[in-house]
């Protein structure tokens, strides 16, 4: 979408500049603002505007650094349309190091949100109404939850297939079909018309190079592909493995408690009967191998020392 001008909270954002504008959420209870740093870069030329969005989990942290990493090396600087970065959207759960906000909600369930609702719905209702509709493209960065670890996916939906396409100039890992939660951000801006890709990659409270690095790639095609910018030299130096499209996944959940080995890396390939781990007691009592019952590809791996029975393990992705 072309745009010549461009509106947000009250501001006229210049064409060919860089614009620094706080969004304002919420108040603590000692009546301090809570404000989110927004990161505006405009081009020169209309363009479409490309939101990207960390740390709507707070202790996600490989999305705030990948946004990070854009805008120190000022990647995020178009020539054409609009870059909005907001590195860290959930800041107390930042500053705790927790996924949640104070009130123990969880921001990503939240949406569209209410101007009178929980902290976190006011922090929904916010970004929905003031930010999300000047974006035409939205890229929310994720990781696994606690100690699993993803290995770097764009998750879409079976119902929009044009996403598909973004999806493959975005290079993750996998490809993943995943129906949108209940409530979730990106439920709410593909109801309203966004075109979002989630990407999810590594653990939370955690930063792996690896998937930092794809992440930033990921965008830097995905501008080029938007005639935002040209990034061809850069892209040219990068890896250039065609995605892997997963149907389909599910859990493979441990047979029994206690301490868990596992011997094989994330997004490896994986046969029906193949040998990845293993769990025993503390007291070396007994040590069972856990195998695969099924073949396909790791595309979540659980990175606990320590599991119960029946806690999730491996995440299976299938291409059939």
Request: include cysteine; charge should be positive.
């Amino acid at each position: 979408m072309k745009r010549q001008s461009l509106q947000l909270l009250g501001k006229t954002i210049p064409a060919g500049r860089k614009t620094i504008i706080n969004l304002e959420t919420a108040r603590l209870h000692t009546r301090n603002k809570i404000e989110v740093p927004v990161i505006i870069e405009r081009g020169k030329e209309p363009g479409p505007v490309l939101l990207l969005i960390g740390g709507i989990h707070g202790n996600e942290i490989n999305g705030v650094e990948i946004i990070r990493g854009l805008i120190s090396q000022k990647y995020n600087k178009p020539t054409a349309g609009t870059v909005i970065c907001i590195p860290a959207l959930n800041v107390l759960g930042f500053l705790n190091q927790t996924r949640e906000f104070p009130d123990g909600k969880d921001l990503n369930r939240m949406f569209p949100g209410s101007q009178n609702g929980s902290m976190a719905s006011l922090f929904a209702w916010n970004l929905m109404t003031k930010i999300l509709p000047a974006a035409d493209y939205i890229v929310d960065f994720h990781t696994g939850g606690a100690n699993r670890f993803n290995s770097s996916q764009i998750r879409i939906s079976r119902d929009h297939p044009e996403l598909f396409e973004l999806a493959k100039i975005f290079k993750p890992r996998f490809i993943v079909l995943a129906p949108d939660r209940e409530k979730s951000f990106r439920e709410a801006a593909t109801k309203l018309g966004k075109k979002i890709l989630l990407f999810e990659g590594g653990k939370s409270l955690d930063i792996h190079n690896r998937i930092t690095q794809r992440g930033v790639n990921g965008v830097l095609r995905l501008m080029h592909h938007l005639n935002m910018r040209d990034f061809s030299a850069e892209i040219a130096g990068m890896p250039n493995t065609d995605p892997i499209f997963i149907r389909e996944s599910s859990w493979i959940r441990a047979r029994h408690g206690g301490m868990f080995r596992f011997q094989v890396k994330d997004g490896a390939k994986v046969e029906k009967g193949e040998i990845i781990g293993s769990i025993s007691d503390p007291y070396g009592g007994f040590e069972k191998a856990v195998k695969m019952p099924e073949s396909g590809y790791i595309i979540g791996l659980n990175h606990a020392p320590i599991i119960y029975q029946g806690d999730a393990l491996i995440h299976l992705g299938k291409t059939e």
